[in-house]
């Protein structure tokens, strides 16, 4: 399984990105995805997981500004990120679990997810 997340860059306080994730040695349908993030002097903390349409949590530091989406036919999954605040700034990592579950709080945590990507840096800055 490998896992590359991409879409990372420099943006002022206010804008958007959107981070992709794509992943290679493995089908996306059976797999729960979790974005996380390292943010400068915490651990690693849960953004966001989706197990299929249906289920989806956001941490609620992000909720109604981050959305996460998946498509299964370019086995890539993505975060679109609005409204983007300097303390949104950090790595960011897509994770997987086969037959993960994604349905509360309990579920977004680093590990409940065995295959990581390397990070990609988001930087919110004015």
């Known amino acids: 399984v490998q896992l590359q997340a991409s879409g990372g860059g420099l943006v002022e306080p206010g804008e958007s990105l959107r981070l992709s994730c794509v992943a290679s040695?493995?089908?996306?349908?059976?797999?729960?995805i979790g974005w996380f993030r390292r943010v400068p002097g915490k651990g690693r903390e849960g953004v966001s997981c989706?197990?299929?349409?249906?289920?989806?949590v956001y941490a609620d530091s992000v909720k109604g500004r981050f959305t996460i989406s998946r498509d299964n036919s370019k086995n890539t999954a993505y975060l679109q990120m609005s409204r983007l605040k300097p303390e949104d700034t950090g790595i960011y990592y897509c994770?997987?679990?086969?037959?993960?579950?994604?349905?509360?709080?309990?579920?977004?945590?680093?590990?409940?997810?065995?295959?990581w990507g390397p990070g990609t840096q988001v930087t919110v800055s004015s």
């Open positions: 040695g493995l089908t996306l349908d059976y797999f729960a």
């Open positions: 994770a997987t679990e086969p037959f993960g579950n994604c349905g509360s709080d309990y579920d977004l945590r680093e590990g409940n997810f065995r295959s």
């Open positions: 989706l197990r299929n349409d249906e289920n989806e």
